[in-house]
């Protein structure tokens, strides 16, 4: 039996139901909210034609003739980007920023005549465009002579702190796994080793970023607040749980399928972060010009990320001129449209929705709530049920081919399983099921014409709490 949505008025009387640990913190959700962002890998190895430079190359190398920051920052927010995450420093320790710790950065260059910050353009550029700005500082630096030793780390940490206290607010701090290996090292050319469980000493780094930029998520392949998905293609695991066990890792010593899938009995909330880059590298390279993913490529690299309720950090990486290419701003925008398209609006937004289960019975949690707009409102079922319907009753028969699950963050990823019927012929029929929904489920497949829509929850760790339900149609 269905009972009616608001069947009472909501009276605050009705506790809500309790979280299911672990929770997202404030700023893991203030992250999650962001959908998709942009990286900038924009450095030495756009001028001498590598993906990873050795450390010995000249900073006389490194000189953008038509450097644009607003060009930048303009195409990104015009193809939907919420932040831009800047290498500042990538694996051959050349610095963006003139550092006062060395001198391989932009000062010695002849950019600017040595007198450029490319950190500080760019991080202003964002904020006039409404862009969050994060930063790529990478761990492994192959011109440093010290790498290896601990006054390496006083110099990375020197350097982030740098970063930290010099370019305004900052959403993502972005650390990668390669490190150690063969490189420069200030000429002694030789392969370097690290303990990578130990060498950094993280616990006192993450301690530095929440001392200088509270507001911060950190990303690793360990976390803490943001993991790696496991693979650079943008596609999370069609399950994939927020959770993991944190002490499992550490930047570089990851376990790709677990990264890639989460870990359901987790103790932590380290939501996934799917990093790819529209062309093949991820520094421009000319001959990779006629490789820019197009926009429907990037729209199934949504549905695989954004749709698994993963973040997507899609690199879009400026070229010798200092600015973004046409074909990749062309791509961007485009896939951009698209989604602004399928998504502007919920084809169930005046339907009527009723559930087999409301809390207490009351209109606070109604199963009209998940078609309110508000991802802070939810319908939810008293405690100890698990197994509850909601249909969904449309004016008319509609045609959709994307169903949008959102659950309520603050309180947990609840669900386990579930399943959508359509009303077909005088019965229910299935046309989808899955599993983890968290921040967002996008299920996508053959269109379907109904005026009836019903999610089945079939397994769920306490009573589920449903934040929203959307009907799209993107043409297909
Ligand atoms: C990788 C790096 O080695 C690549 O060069 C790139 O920066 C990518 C985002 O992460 O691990």
Redesign the pocket.
């Known amino acids: 039996m269905i009972s009616a949505g608001l069947a009472a008025d909501a009276t605050g009387s009705v506790a809500p139901p309790a979280p299911r640990p672990p929770t997202p913190s404030l700023r893991q959700m203030q992250w999650q909210d962001l959908g998709v962002c942009g ?1 900038l ?1 924009f450095n030495m190895n756009t001028f001498t034609g590598k ?2 430079g050795y450390g010995d190359e000249s900073e006389t190398n490194f000189n953008p003739t038509d450097f644009d920051a607003d060009q930048i920052a303009r195409v990104a927010a015009e193809g939907g980007m919420r932040g831009l995450i800047l ?1 500042c420093k ?2 051959d320790g050349f610095c963006l920023w003139p550092s006062r710790y060395t001198e391989h950065s932009v000062k010695n260059s002849p950019w600017k005549d040595g007198k450029g910050d490319v950190v500080r353009e760019i991080s202003d550029a964002c904020r006039r465009h409404g862009l969050q700005f994060g930063i ?1 500082l990478s761990p492994w630096d192959r011109s440093r002579a010290d790498y290896g030793r601990p006054e390496y780390i006083t110099y990375f940490r020197n350097q982030l702190r740098e970063l930290l206290t010099h370019y305004g607010p900052i959403f993502e701090v972005w650390f ?3 490190n150690g290996g063969d490189g420069y090292y200030g000429g002694a050319r030789e392969k370097r080793t690290i303990d990578r469980a130990t060498y950094y000493d993280w616990p006192n780094t993450v301690k530095l970023v929440r001392q200088l930029q509270p507001c911060a998520c950190i990303f690793s392949d360990g976390g803490p607040d943001i993991r790696w998905v496991g693979n ?1 293609d943008g596609h999370a695991g069609s399950t994939c749980w927020a959770t993991l066990n944190l002490r499992d890792f550490a930047p570089g010593l990851a376990d790709e399928n677990l990264l890639n899938h989460g870990d359901r009995s987790g103790s932590d909330w380290v939501p996934a972060e799917c ?1 790819v880059s529209i062309r093949p590298g ?1 520094f421009y390279h000319a001959s990779e010009d006629a490789k820019v993913k197009s926009p429907s490529q990037l729209l199934d690299i949504y549905f695989a990320s954004v749709g698994r309720g993963a973040g997507l950090v899609l690199n879009v990486p400026p070229d010798r001129r200092g600015q973004i290419a046409d074909g990749d701003a062309r791509s961007l925008r485009e896939f951009h449209d698209a989604l602004e398209t399928t998504f502007a609006r919920n084809l169930a937004r005046d339907a009527r929705a009723e559930a087999s289960n409301v809390r207490g019975n009351d209109s606070g949690f109604a199963a009209q709530r998940v078609l309110d707009g508000w991802d802070d409102t939810y319908w939810a079922t008293d405690d100890g049920v698990t197994n509850a319907q909601l249909v969904i009753t449309l004016a008319q028969p509609t045609m959709f081919n994307i169903v949008s699950l959102r659950e309520y963050l603050p309180l947990g990823q609840r669900i386990e399983s579930f399943a959508l019927d359509q009303w077909r012929d005088g019965q229910w029929v299935e046309f989808a099921a899955g599993t983890s929904i968290g921040k967002q489920c996008l299920v996508r497949g053959a269109p379907v014409t109904t005026e009836k829509v019903r999610l089945r929850v079939l397994k769920c760790a306490q009573c589920p709490a449903i934040a929203e339900i959307g009907l799209y149609a993107d043409g297909s």
């Open positions: 990286f890998h993906e990873w290498t990538h694996h790529y990668d796994g390669a650079e990093d991820w």
